[in-house]
């Protein structure tokens, strides 16, 4: 079995430009879901200092246009020229919430790593992007959740100490309820990811102040909680 691409990138790079758990290396995984081929046109919605477009630039010869609202894309550019990638992933500045500036029917897949949950938890966002997407292509995200649904003020006592509103964790089960509303996606893919607690333990040896915050709450027990769902649908 070949080592997976994320095990040779180098690990300074990796640990600088990470926002959470490792999305080049859910990306991966989730991409041995996904049926890419060279050229083809995907938009990463949502991705940070881009390591998943990154992955899906280097690994599978796709051109990707990588959005995202937190970083600007002059600091994305200079990371992806850094590569020689700059042909093939553009970088840009979308905010999901609002107006979304590509043509309809433009990609061949919408991808989203550990960002989908701070704008698509609602029954507004699936009607909102499938139209960017071509008849039969893909909309495929890897979110951070939770392994149950926890009912109204009894989280784990793991947990509570460090729960704010804004993670937006829910359970498989709650995903794909909302999914299942939307008649314009066939749901192929929805599971618990393998590659959860290696993500994260590779987030915690980052210096990110966030990644060392989350340190303390690991250590207290609350990732036996955690998982990584993947939702892939295609579109009708």
Not at 72 to 84: D, I, M, Q, T, V
Not at 199 to 209: K, M, R
Request: glycine residues 8%; charged residues 20%; aromatic residues 14%.
């Amino acid at each position: 079995m070949s080592t997976p691409f994320t095990d040779n990138y180098g690990r300074a790079f990796l640990l600088n430009a990470m926002m959470g758990p490792n999305a080049m290396r859910i990306t991966e995984e989730m991409a041995n879901f996904l049926s890419i081929s060279p050229g083809m046109r995907i938009l990463d919605l949502g991705c940070g200092m881009g390591i998943s477009s990154i992955l899906l630039a280097e690994k599978y010869d796709a051109i990707v246009f990588a959005a995202d609202l937190w970083i600007s894309p002059g600091e994305n550019a200079k990371r992806f020229a850094s590569l020689g990638l700059d042909s093939k992933i553009f970088p840009l500045l979308v905010d999901a919430t609002k107006d979304i500036p590509f043509a309809h029917e433009y990609f061949d897949m919408i991808i989203s790593v550990d960002a989908y949950q701070y704008f698509g938890g609602n029954e507004a966002m699936l009607p909102k992007l499938l139209p960017f997407v071509k008849k039969g292509g893909l909309l495929a995200i890897a979110v951070p959740g939770f392994t149950q649904d926890f009912p109204a003020g009894q989280l784990p006592k793991e947990v509570r100490p460090y729960w704010t509103p804004d993670w937006y964790f829910y359970s498989c089960a709650w995903w794909r309820a909302l999914w299942e509303k939307e008649p314009g996606i066939a749901i192929t893919v929805l599971r618990e990811m393998n590659s959860c607690k290696q993500a994260w333990d590779e987030w915690l040896q980052s210096s990110n102040p966030y990644a060392q915050r989350d340190i303390i709450m690991m250590e207290a027990g609350a990732g036996k909680y955690f998982n990584i769902i993947q939702i892939v649908g295609r579109k009708l």
